[in-house]
Each structure stands twice: as structure tokens, then as C-alpha cells.
């Protein structure tokens, strides 16, 4: 019988060499960034305590959490008629213990309360890690994903957004994306709720508008009446979605339409602030203030953010906000933070599309050795260490194999130089160094050899 060829789960993926190169570049481009504006790295573990995650994402975001099963006989704490009388959600406390972090954010805010005697504050840090959620997979939609994040917590001040969203800026500048960073505030929606006669259905309001872009105006109505919302309410709320103009002029007309708000009102003004902040730093890319970004989390209190790549169809790929409360629900409160998380999967699959890598940002090895036998190879293991000490990937073939294999293993891997070291060479302390690229070969010492790779590579 045929033994299955092994594969992944749905949602993940492998990454190839190649892969990774480009993955690490863009990783570095934005751990680079981040402590360029004074933030300083931390992990934590991918496992939570599921009292930690649940009920910080809303009842959507507890659906797709991945829970892990206690240890041992998990079923010693549930009888049978239990399984009849609850649901999975109802007995996942008393199965599971620990759950896979959904995002960085919680996981950040659990560690700034157990770890808050020891941090100075204001606390900037981010965090470069995977997370996992149980969602349906589709295109730019992982189960398994990288987040890079980046949080300042116990600051109130609006400072920290404008730096945020220089950061946003810089990052994708430097990787070359084009892109719109929307703006807008929860305040503002929850004026637009007390607006339309629901306060009460702010968490139903923002759910549904958050889908907006997705499913379609009509689709949004939908979900509103079947969430308890009158066709009035609804017929109120649908104007405020077709503002236009100038961000001012958005600003404006929403200004008039919420001027019975107190809470709408200051999350027009924190807006107004960080925009007018933004425009006197001529930042590369667009920004526009959005009054359909909802943002699903229900932990954000104040402006939020989304980010849009111009010239590729895909979700958002960087996205974050103010959260005043955070830290309340551990125990904490009165610590506000603001973050973002830049989609690193979305990205990666931006860049792909886009092909806005560096030329030489697969390069691995710069130089491999060829191995015509032993008395050779200990001469070229030698020379190798002396190319390394020097700064340059270098390779030694381990077997001595037909050089015609040998040669198509270096196109295969994109060597860009091969040295060549055989009796000759070894009575003369030279290396015979070809081009790959241009198929010129030349007889040199070792130390020209390095100059003209490293001359040749970093042009």
C-alpha cells in the first residue's frame, strides 16, 4: 500500500530558503524602524493561559481561538450528559486550559500588568512573533501568521499616534509599497451610535461596519436589523458613510451631524490632531480619515488605524489603535497604551506580487570552494576560513564529485563566484576565481579574490 504523502494543515505554510530571504528583509526592514523611534524588543510564550485571551477579541474573535487540551485525561472533568448540554465554547474552560495567542497585543497587556514593578513608563516595546487563529483560510487569511508590533503604554498623549504613523510611513517607504493609512477614532463611532438612538449596539455597529468592504452596504443593513437595529436607526446611520471631501471637510460634516456628542466631539478633535500634526510632516504616503474603519477588537477606545496597499488587491496589511482599558481587565487600570501590527504574511505576499525585492536579497553564499580530493579540500577548508574571517559566505563542497555537478549545484543555489583550487593553484597560493554570471575566470591570490567579491557584491 502507497504510504500518503505527509502535508500541513490548511491556513500555514512552508517557507523556502528563498523564502526566508525575503521574509528576513522585510522583518528587518521594520525591526530596524522600531528602534529607529526608541523601541525595544520582548517576546513571550505562544501559549496563553485561555483566561488570559477570552473575551478580549468580542465573541467572534473567542470562535477562533485555538484552545489546547489539558494535559492527560482531559475528559476526567465532564460528564457525559454534559456533552449534550453544552456547547464546545461552554465546556472549553473546564477541557482546555491554555490557548494559542490570537494576537501580540493581549499577551503585551498581561505582560506590562505582571511585569509593571520592574518597566519604566512610558514603555515602548515590540514584538516580532506568530499567532494563530482558527479562521477560515482564503487569500492574504492564514491560520498561522507573523504579527510585528509596536505599543507605547502609559502615555495618554496624541503624540504617540502622529509617531506611529511616522513609523507606518517609513516602513513601507522603505520597502517601496505604496500605500493609504486610514485614520479613525472609536469615540467617533460611538457618538455615531448615540447619533442614530443605539448606544447600546456600539459592539453590533462596529462588528457589522467593520465588514463593510467586504460584504457590501446592503449586506451591512442585514446584519444590523438581524443584531436588533430599527430600519430608522439604520436609515440615520447610512449618510455618515457617504461623507466626502478633503479629510477637513470630513471632519467638518461630521462635526455638525455629532455637535449633540460629547464623546463624538473628542474623538473628532483627537483626529483633527493627529491629522493636522501628520500634514506638517510631509509624509510619503496618503492619509485619509475613514469613517467606515471600525476596527472588530472591542479593547480600542480612541483612533484607529488601517493601512491599504495602492497597487495590490488584499485586506489590510497593517492595522492598530488606542486602548484606554487594556490593562483594567488584568487588574491594572488607568494605563493607556497605543499599538500597531504590521501583517507581515500580507506584506510578504505584497512584495511578491509587486516584486520590490532588492536584486541580491536571495543571495546566500558568495563564494564556494570546488572539491577536486582531500589534499585539495584541506587547502580550500583553509582558504575558506580566511574568506569567512573577511566577511563573505563562503562554501566548501563536501564531496568530490564530477566538477560538472559540483558547477550545477552553484547555479542551482546562485552562487555568484567559485573558486577553484587544484595542484597548480595549491603550488602557486593562488585560487582560480570565476564569475558565474559573466563566466570569466582568473588566477589571483586569496585576498585579491575576497577584494574583487566583496567590490563586485556590494556595487
Not at 504579527?147 to 513601507?172: H, P, R, Y
Not at 474603519?293 to 495602492?310: D, H, Q, S
Amino acid at each position: 500500500m502507497a504510504i500518503a504523502k505527509p502535508n500541513i494543515p490548511k491556513g500555514t505554510r512552508d517557507f523556502s530558503p528563498t523564502e526566508m530571504a525575503k521574509r528576513n528583509y522585510i522583518f528587518n526592514t521594520i525591526r530596524d524602524v522600531f528602534a529607529l523611534y526608541g523601541f525595544r524588543q520582548i517576546e513571550t510564550p505562544s501559549m496563553e493561559n485561555l483566561s488570559t485571551l477570552m473575551g478580549k477579541y468580542g465573541e467572534e474573535g473567542d470562535k477562533l481561538l485555538f484552545k489546547v487540551l489539558n494535559s492527560g485525561d482531559f475528559k476526567q472533568c465532564i460528564m457525559s450528559s454534559d456533552w449534550q448540554e453544552h456547547t464546545a465554547n461552554q465546556l472549553a474552560p473546564r477541557l482546555c486550559e491554555k490557548g494559542l495567542r490570537y494576537d501580540l497585543t493581549v499577551p503585551f497587556a498581561r505582560y506590562v500588568v505582571q511585569h509593571h514593578d520592574e518597566l519604566q513608563f512610558p514603555f515602548k516595546r515590540y514584538q516580532i512573533q506568530p499567532v494563530w487563529r482558527a479562521d477560515r483560510p482564503q487569500k492574504g487569511r492564514y491560520r498561522e501568521f507573523y504579527q510585528c508590533d509596536a505599543d507605547v503604554v502609559g502615555s495618554n498623549s496624541l503624540l504617540n499616534e502622529v509617531e506611529l504613523m511616522q513609523i507606518v510611513d517609513t516602513v513601507f517607504t522603505r520597502l517601496g509599497v505604496r500605500i493609504c493609512l486610514k485614520i479613525n477614532n472609536r469615540k467617533i463611532l460611538t457618538g455615531m451610535a448615540e447619533h442614530i438612538g443605539a448606544p447600546d449596539k456600539i459592539v453590533e455597529i462596529t462588528t457589522a461596519i467593520d465588514k463593510l468592504d467586504k460584504i457590501g452596504i446592503e449586506k451591512v443593513r442585514e446584519e444590523l436589523q438581524a443584531n436588533g437595529l430599527s430600519d430608522e436607526a439604520i436609515a440615520k446611520l447610512q449618510p455618515l458613510f457617504e461623507i466626502s471631501g478633503s479629510n477637513e471637510e470630513r471632519l467638518d460634516a461630521i462635526s455638525q451631524m455629532l455637535h449633540d456628542s460629547e464623546v463624538g466631539l473628542k474623538g473628532i478633535e483627537e483626529c483633527r490632531f493627529v491629522l493636522q500634526s501628520l500634514q506638517a510632516l510631509n509624509l510619503k504616503n496618503a492619509v485619509e480619515f475613514d469613517l467606515t474603519l471600525a476596527r472588530g477588537l472591542n479593547y480600542y477606545t480612541g483612533c484607529i488605524f488601517e493601512v491599504k496597499a495602492l497597487d495590490v488587491v488584499i485586506g489590510s496589511i497593517t492595522g492598530g489603535g488606542r486602548y484606554d482599558n487594556l490593562t483594567g481587565i488584568f487588574g491594572l487600570p488607568g494605563l493607556s497604551g497605543v499599538g500597531i501590527s504590521f501583517g507581515a504574511d500580507r506584506i510578504f505576499d505584497v512584495l511578491n506580487q509587486l516584486d520590490l525585492y532588492p536584486k541580491d536579497i536571495t543571495t546566500g553564499v558568495q563564494l564556494l570552494f570546488i572539491n577536486f580530493g582531500p589534499a585539495e579540500a584541506a587547502c580550500c577548508i583553509s582558504l575558506a576560513a580566511r574568506a569567512r574571517q573577511a566577511g563573505l559566505r563562503t562554501e566548501v563542497y563536501p564531496d568530490s564529485v564530477k566538477m560538472k555537478k559540483q558547477m550545477n549545484y552553484a547555479n542551482a543555489v546562485g552562487v555568484p563566484f567559485v573558486a577553484l583550487v587544484g595542484e597548480n593553484e595549491m603550488q602557486s597560493g593562488t585560487v582560480s576565481l570565476k564569475n558565474m554570471l559573466t563566466g570569466e575566470q582568473k588566477a589571483m591570490t586569496i585576498e585579491e579574490a575576497i577584494d574583487t567579491i566583496k567590490q563586485i557584491t556590494t556595487d
